[in-house]
């Protein structure tokens, strides 16, 4: 979604600026734009579409200046306008980014437009830039301005202000969104995302709930909510630049899928490093925690909820917990029975989705102060807010459709349930070597399963074409089925919907005829004979059937049923293996339709607003 880029610097800081919002491009904008200080000005660029095309404008215009601030926008309030694109300013004095939004927005607005203000856009931003500079107007410098307009501001907001007052100088806030510093040498940054100015510094210091921070190019102020002076820590990130670029590939998506053996290795290195499965994988006081729980409550959205419900029949089946898994957005609003004895697991790639944050911010208000996050990006708003976290280790991902990120929480939720079985004492010293042994495997399969490109990708060239499809799964391949479906409407755009084999018959078999393919994710577990007869009602009624089966599943081909086949069944880990085929399947049949596969239309990869 949204992203904020600053800097000050004794040097010329618009390439910063562009390259940091190309950097953050990946998240999903619709606009972009820089304001920088330039003379004593405020000089503004903004534009819809590309970031390049508003850096061709400003290179138009000749704008180049020591202090600015740049942002990515992605539509809430008001249509995609220039109009509408950040920064924001107020009487030409003052320019403001923002990422969030402001719920209070319309009685604002009245509010400053009796005080004289006019308005250009439809935004709730421009109530920022307003309000800041209606602060200065009552005699407070840029600081305290910030300070005083946050007090009046509610909802969710990341903020970076710079005013033509005081042109040293550049102010940010953070409430509910992320906002980092950058500390350079004689050089400072604000950003919404490390990826943004990595490229300048990797020191960073991750702002709080209600800070605000003062920038300055010899030095950095934070203040907590309450106005007080206050020390962050100073990390130094580990974002690589590598994750970041493309390389030989042609799309971050294909990329990202072809890391996912390095991606699970580098997830499962600590489980195997400890050669066995301990709590302490989940943080130092993990076991008192997790010793006595009754239950597991899984909070997320979207592939991350496949991934809880993938989690949820390993967690019953080998750990012996009953576990319920629900989308964080239907949670959040919904009257809960709480039993402060479960632990509550978020899951969430970005660590920033705010529903999912929203959610556990109700689970702990019901009592639920056991809780674990499983998150790919450190430090980011939802592990800071768990009791434990147990980090992803997949690396930046860039793509907006969910693919590493998706395989290495399987591998951390899949520890989860051998840590939970073994501290019930379900799990005998046999099964823990045979799982650990697994584990072990799992990125040569992943490997193997990525093999099957060349067969994949001529499928999906039978898929481009079609208007919809069906996914058809059983068990804990049921979760796949429902990822396969995801995957593909939402790089390709064609309609496809998941459904267990068994239910096939209660309705969506009336869906069938020879236009429309049904993919079945059939490897050779216990539920392998029943999937074959579901299968043969599809058949019956003229359906094309493309299927992953594994080498042991002995599916016969036919006109109708066209069979890949995955790698030798690997046990409890087999959903893991079959994620990457219907990966693949979505990626080509995008890439033969002529999408834009890692930006797909409407979509954000982080999702900050309800
Ligand atoms: C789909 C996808 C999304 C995310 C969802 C949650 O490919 O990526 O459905 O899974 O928006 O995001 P996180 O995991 O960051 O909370």
Redesign the pocket.
Known sequence: MCGIVGAIAGRDVVPVLVEGLKRLEYRGYDSAGIAVLDDGQVRRVRRTGRVAEMEAAAQAEGIHAQLGIGHTRWATHGGVTEANAHPHVSFGELAVVHNGIIENHDAQRDRLKALGYTFESQTDTEVIAHLVHHHQQQGHDLLAAVQAAAKELHGAYAIAVVSKREPGRMVGARMGCPLLVGLGEGENFLASDVSAIVQATRRVIFLEEGDTVDLTREGVRVFDASGALVTRDEHLSDVSLASLELGPYRHFMQKEIHEQPRAIADTIEQVIANNGFVPQLFGANAEAVLGDIEGVQIL?????YYAGLTARYWIEAIAGVPCSVEIASEYRYRTVVANPKHLVVT?????E?LD?MEALKYAKSLGHDKTLSICNVPESAIPRASALVYYTRAGAEIG???TK?FTTQLVALFTLTCTLAKLRGRLAQAQEAAYLDDLRQLPGSVQHALNLEPQVQVWSERFAPKQHALFLGRGVHYPIALEGA??LK?ISYIHAEAYPAGELKHGPLALVDTEMPVVVIAPNDSLLEKVKSNIQEVRARGGEMFVFADLDSHFGESEQVHVIRTPRHVGVLSPIVHSIPVQLLAYHAALARGTDVDKPRNLAK??TVE
Do not use: D, H, P
């Open positions: 997320a959205c979207g592939t991350s899951i969430s790639q970005s660590g989705t999912t907006v459709a969910s990120a995801l995957k939402e982080s999702v």
